[in-house]
């Protein structure tokens, strides 16, 4: 049983460029979230996804969008890139929230 | 507001030694859920427990057991013999669901824990 799936599990961006990042949730979730660590710190969340719409959002800016498929599977999508990007994404699925999320091993992006 | 706090950063034992990570939390909500993750180098979060708010009773899972205190907010975790590979950060999270349909997860900022041979 696969778990969640995320591409690329590296990359590498310069400032103001865009880039967009996969996740292919685990096999029966519906629910796929999107969480920013930065080095030395916790994840902090971005936005959740549920039946193709945004459910929540964190407090990150606009540059910051996402999708849903009718698959589930998703993508976050990071536009005009600053340094300050510079982090681990993880994608995290479940199929009822607050039951746990099963989380990827991320995609790490710098922003150079 | 932090919601979750680890107040240890890093934690260093020699195997075989028990490890106890403490978590405050801090929640309006009378329904929550609290949640412990492990994160080895690989960097992916390993799900090890969860708890709701409606349910105070303290259990054990082989090596893992934890602490659950509604009256302080606290929600202690402890690796009982630990072993090498239980080294990596260990994240406690919150998550509040109740009438404020709350669903994303609030992580603590880790504590590292450190098992030498």
């Known amino acids: 049983d696969a778990g969640v799936t995320q591409s690329p599990t590296h990359l590498i961006k310069t400032r103001g460029q865009q880039v967009t990042l996969r996740c292919s949730p685990k096999?029966?979730?519906?629910?796929v979230s999107w969480y920013q660590q930065a080095l030395g710190q916790g994840p902090q969340f971005i936005f959740q996804y549920y039946e193709e719409e945004e459910r929540q959002r964190g407090n990150f800016p606009d540059r910051f969008s996402g999708h849903q498929f009718p698959n589930y599977s998703s993508e976050l999508n990071v536009n005009a890139l600053l340094l300050g990007d510079s982090a681990l994404y993880l994608c995290?699925?479940?199929?009822?929230?607050?039951?746990?999320?099963?989380f990827g091993s991320g995609t790490r992006l710098t922003v150079v | 507001a932090q919601k979750v706090t680890q107040a240890q950063t890093e934690i260093s034992v020699v195997e075989k030694e028990d490890v106890t990570l403490d978590c405050v939390y801090e929640?309006?909500?009378?329904?929550?859920?609290l949640f412990w993750y492990k994160q080895p180098p690989s960097g992916e979060l390993v799900f090890l427990i969860r708890r709701n708010s409606f349910d105070e009773q303290n259990e054990i899972s082989g090596r893992y057991s934890w602490n659950f205190q509604k009256s302080t907010s606290s929600f202690n975790f402890t690796i009982t013999a630990s072993q090498v590979v239980d080294s990596a950060v260990y994240f406690c999270?919150?998550?509040?669901?109740?009438?404020?349909?709350?669903?994303?997860?609030?992580f603590g900022a880790g504590t590292t824990v450190t098992v030498r041979a």
């Open positions: 999270a919150l998550s509040e669901g109740g009438r404020s349909n709350d669903y994303k997860l609030s």
């Open positions: 995290a699925s479940s199929l009822i929230a607050n039951y746990g999320y099963t």
């Open positions: 096999s029966g979730h519906d629910t």
């Open positions: 929640t309006r909500d009378t329904t929550y859920y």
